[in-house]
């Protein structure tokens, strides 16, 4: 969202990560703005039984953990590399003066914010009242929705089957076993292990019974 340039020029700083290498962990302080340059980052919150569920995931020019920061609050989840990624940094100070340059950017980033919350609220209750194979058809459409160019085109699903049962509260071999339904009744294919999604929103819809 926020060109590599105007960072430059604000003061932040890359942080590289490996994979599985934490950015930030649950419980600190959120001192500093983090968008994702290069790669893949997972917000993850872990429940007192050890359940891991991933709140987000973030790739390339995605930005993550804004509520905490603007709130001058402790971050409710950890954030991870899911993939060797590189990161922008900056602090309080210096991105609120950003936003006050850039006007254009303070838009959009609202109108981001605000796409996470329809988001958010969308996924609570699917997880509250649907069956897993429409919880699985609703995270598929909104990735589709926001990240493919072409709706009518079959998209790749970004996501390994256990990270499609930790962002939507499944056992992983429910998934499994919900996909492969899904597959008979062509909503998708699986090609080269990866999921390739063919329904529309008014089909996932029509196949949750």
Excluded at 29 to 57: D, I, L, N, P
Excluded at 126 to 138: D, G, K, N, P, S
Aim: aromatic share 8%.
């Amino acid at each position: 969202m926020i060109a590599d340039e105007v960072w430059r020029r604000h003061g932040a700083t890359l942080v590289r990560l490996s994979r599985g290498e934490m950015l930030f962990e649950q419980g600190a302080m959120a001192a500093s703005f983090y968008q994702v340059q290069r790669g893949k980052v997972k917000m993850v919150s872990t429940t007192e039984q050890g359940r891991e569920f991933v709140q987000g995931m973030f790739t390339d020019g995605q930005s993550l953990g804004e509520p905490p920061f603007f709130a001058e609050g402790a971050y409710p989840a950890s954030a991870v590399a899911v993939e060797p990624s590189t990161v922008w940094c900056c602090p309080r100070a210096r991105f609120l003066a950003l936003l006050a340059e850039h006007p254009d950017i303070h838009l959009a980033l609202t109108r981001a914010l605000s796409e996470r919350l329809i988001y958010k609220s969308m996924m609570l209750a699917e997880i509250a009242v649907e069956e897993a194979e429409h919880r699985l058809a609703t995270l598929i459409e909104y990735f589709r929705s926001t990240q493919a160019p072409n709706p009518d085109e079959p998209y790749r699903v970004p996501l390994t089957r256990q990270q499609l049962a930790d962002m939507t509260g499944l056992r992983v071999e429910t998934v499994v076993r919900t996909v492969k339904a899904m597959e008979q009744k062509g909503l998708l294919r699986i090609e080269d292990g990866k999921v390739i999604w063919h329904a529309r929103p008014e089909e996932s819809r029509r196949a949750s019974p």
